[in-house]
């Protein structure tokens, strides 16, 4: 596999055609049956002769689940931008995908986004596979150079960078013999209003494991400090650099001066008098509602304590004849 792509292409990846696949792989996984590993251990310890075969069915429960679908989008000149995704049938056996599933998903898809065309195929997993060649040189009659986008799975904490791999088709030959690899190809980001609206709705939901408000407010925080601390050391560079220019060690660029300059221009903005009466607005507002939510949580309190008191007042009452106290 080539280290990276010569086509010249620009790729835009939009965040919504990676919540699609993560949510794909997530049901797809989430409704593997289990039975199938307890079924083959059952059999292993009642017959000793089908070892190899029970052997067989639990390797293959245990492979990593891998989902597939189609990615689209518009491409204008050199720049291929993918806006949506859609899921696809796959079979593993002939390792090919559905075809009539796959026409009339793009039919469907066609009515409703009307400049949108195929642009390739997405898949999960670390790396690329040899069979992934198969379905790549499948969805060529379609698109004649289709884009391969692979997410990777699982979660690595040491990484910065999305999971998220694009990769291209190039004809190379290798040992005398022309060979169609793929060559890994970078991109960027690009969202929408309507998408940042919902990838923020995203992070911000409740866990699955019940976590209390506090445990968000936490997380929130942490990436609120994260975000500041990476602000910060850039600029601490900035500075460190200016010094440098400033003490001719190092040659003076006047194009890296003026965009300091117009970064620094817009600081006095900030400290205007509109900015303070605004600033000091959303923060009343915000000290407002959070009282106000205080005082609620404690009426709601105090009335279910008013309403078991009542309830186990009644019942002395009924015996001593006297009258409830509220």
Request: glycine share 6%; with cysteine; net charge neutral.
């Amino acid at each position: 596999m080539a280290s990276s792509s010569s086509s010249g292409l620009t790729f835009k990846l939009h965040p919504l055609v990676i919540v699609n696949i993560s949510d794909h792989y997530t049901r797809v996984k989430s409704q593997i049956n289990p039975p199938v590993t307890s079924t083959a251990n059952t059999v292993s310890s009642s017959t000793n002769g089908a070892g190899n075969g029970v052997s067989t069915a639990v390797s293959a429960a245990t492979r990593p689940t891998r989902v597939y679908g189609c990615v689209i989008g518009v491409q204008r000149g050199r720049t291929v931008e993918i806006f949506n995704s859609f899921e696809l049938l796959y079979d593993p056996i002939t390792h090919s995908l559905h075809r009539g599933f796959l026409e009339k998903k793009q039919e469907l898809y066609k009515k409703v986004f009307p400049h949108f065309y195929v642009l390739g195929w997405y898949s999960t997993g670390s790396d690329a596979e040899e069979s992934d060649m198969h379905i790549h040189k499948a969805l060529m009659d379609i698109n004649e150079n289709p884009v391969y986008v692979l997410l990777n799975p699982i979660i690595n904490p040491a990484q910065k960078d999305l999971p998220v791999t694009i990769y291209e088709s190039e004809l190379h030959v290798i040992d005398g013999i022309p060979q169609l690899i793929f060559v890994h190809s970078s991109y960027t980001i690009e969202t929408v209003e309507a998408e940042r609206i919902s990838v923020d709705h995203v992070a911000h939901l409740k866990p699955s494991d019940g976590g209390s408000a506090a445990t968000q407010l936490a997380a929130h925080l942490t990436g609120m400090h994260s975000a500041i601390k990476m602000l910060n050391s850039r600029i601490r560079v900035l500075h460190h650099y200016l010094v440098a220019m400033q003490k001719g060690e190092i040659p003076c660029e006047n194009s890296l001066l003026r965009q300091v300059s117009s970064l620094l221009r817009r600081l006095p903005a900030i400290e205007s008098e509109k900015f303070q009466d605004d600033f000091l607005m959303e923060y009343n507002d915000t000290l407002l509602i959070t009282y106000l939510a205080m005082f609620t949580n404690c009426s709601s309190t105090m009335n279910e304590v008013v309403d078991k008191f009542n309830t186990a007042y009644d019942r002395h009452s009924r015996r001593g004849g006297r009258t409830a106290f509220i």
